[in-house]
């Protein structure tokens, strides 16, 4: 029951973040970007199509970061792999939950975006740590991973390799939002609402009666 409701979570995670004005598919155009002055064991943040994507600079115009992707499911050649992840292969990669810490070119990892940097240390309560600490943890980590939109993101590898501590801003934002929701008692009623229609729709019966018990009871409860 657990394994399902994180699963569910981690898709309305997903689909809250898309650009409802974007194609999902369509990739985004390159753009000539002039780079900050980037130093090893930096923190790089740039705003991708559908998350904020964060990765680590390792020096000589290399960033390991943590990437959803399908392909490593897909196929052991590592011609297919290795070139920059597009948004179709990111995005089939949350659903299948496979991802892997890689290392590319800035240009790469940018996709065509402007790059932050380190602009996480003003947010975070903690210290960050020595610069060449921060790319050894990096460096250490690259490769197959699995993927969790709320527990095992990009943003998490990174605050693991810079201030020792795996966390997410972006997830708990998210949950945050969801509390809010839970707690709201117009919640209840919408889903008393949308339990009789089905009902209606679909008849009485133990598949129809059951979620329309359970789950305005579990909200009430929660809230």
């Given at each position: 029951m657990l394994?399902?409701?994180?699963?569910?979570?981690e898709k309305i995670f997903l689909f809250s973040n898309f650009n409802i004005f974007t194609s999902l598919w369509q990739e985004e155009p390159e753009r000539a970007v002039k780079w900050p002055v980037l130093r090893r064991g930096d923190l790089l943040e740039v705003q991708r199509t559908l998350f904020i994507h964060y990765g680590i600079y390792l020096g000589d115009n290399r960033v390991a970061h943590l990437m959803p992707d399908i392909m490593p499911a897909l196929t052991n050649n590592k011609q297919l792999i290795k070139p920059v992840v597009t948004n179709k292969r990111l995005i089939l990669g949350c659903i299948y939950r496979n991802a892997r810490i890689r290392v590319d070119s800035v240009e790469d990892f940018a996709y065509g975006a402007q790059?932050?940097?380190?602009?996480?240390?003003?947010?975070?309560?903690?210290?960050?740590?020595?610069?060449?600490?921060?790319?050894?943890?990096?460096?250490?980590?690259?490769?197959?991973?699995?993927?969790?939109?709320l527990w095992n993101n990009c943003e998490h590898f990174v605050t693991y390799c810079r201030y020792g501590t795996p966390v997410s801003q972006q997830t708990e934002k998210f949950c945050y939002c969801l509390k809010t929701i839970i707690r709201d008692?117009?919640?209840?009623?919408?889903?008393?609402?949308?339990?009789?229609?089905?009902?209606?729709c679909f008849g009485l019966a133990p598949s129809t009666t059951l979620p329309t018990i359970l789950i305005p009871f579990i909200l009430w409860m929660a809230g």
């Open positions: 394994d399902s409701l994180t699963l569910l979570f790059i932050m940097v380190n602009d996480m240390d003003m947010k975070m309560k903690c210290q960050a740590l020595v610069s060449e600490e921060v790319a050894r943890r990096a460096e250490k980590l690259v490769g197959d991973i699995p993927y969790s939109l008692q117009r919640s209840v009623a919408l889903t008393v609402g949308i339990g009789v229609m089905y009902i209606l």
